[in-house]
């Protein structure tokens, strides 16, 4: 079976991809190949990440290999956090400090201006090809967290295709349906059956 690295050790992450195309290549993560190194991520946008971390294993494992990348982008923060989402309360992966300073920063905007999108960037290296696949899905920032599913901003993230319930109020699959990191896995999926 052909194997594929899936750049990153995020035990959900890699349930998902391997259940759908477990059977066709065998995803093996970070851990599995060797690599505790803490991968480059200083790239100005989620595209330039996604392609530090899948370039940074090609060349250091010689490894056909894909990575993402997520941001929540804004509007009425210019699009912050953006590539800083994952540490823009000043200390990695604290999702309550985040929050927290998202919504301060928006406390005197109105709702209606409240638009925000979460977009994540796949980047395959495949032999000497590059891919680049993009989900996104657009929504507004709440003024107080709802739910507690989920992860990072969920609570304070209400999708405009949803019926007004934020990220953390649904399922796991419910949320997937319209995901960013959805939508860019199913089309990583699709050009990796075709
Ligand atoms: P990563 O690139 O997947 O590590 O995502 C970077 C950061 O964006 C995470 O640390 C979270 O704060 C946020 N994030 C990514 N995906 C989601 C999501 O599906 N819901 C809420 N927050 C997310």
Redesign the pocket.
């Known amino acids: 079976m052909k194997k594929l690295v899936f750049a990153t050790n ?1 035990a959900h992450k890699l349930e998902e991809i391997r259940q759908i195309i477990g059977d066709k290549f065998e995803i093996l993560s970070l851990t599995d190949i060797g690599c505790n190194d803490d991968i480059p991520e200083t790239a100005p946008n ?1 595209e330039g990440n996604a392609l530090m971390k899948a370039r940074y294993v090609k060349e250091h494992y010689g490894l056909d290999c894909f990575s ?5 982008e804004i509007d009425a923060l210019d699009g912050r956090p953006g590539v800083h ?2 540490r823009y309360g000043g200390v990695a ?1 604290d ?1 309550e400090r ?1 929050i927290d300073r998202v919504l301060s920063e928006l406390a005197d905007v109105p709702a209606a201006e409240r638009t925000a999108r ?1 977009r ?1 960037a796949i980047v395959l290296l495949q032999g000497d090809d590059v891919h680049t696949f993009e989900g996104k899905v657009e929504g507004h920032i709440l003024t107080e967290r709802h739910g507690t599913g ?5 609570s304070i ?1 209400c999708p405009v295709e949803g019926d007004g319930r934020t ?1 953390a109020q649904m399922s796991g699959e419910e ?1 997937n349906a319209i ?3 959805g939508r860019a896995t199913a089309q990583l999926v699709a050009y990796l059956l075709a």
């Open positions: 995020n989620i993402d990348d997520t941001g929540l989402s994952a992966h999702s985040n979460f994540t989920g992860f990072g901003y969920d993230f990220f949320k995901s960013h990191r």
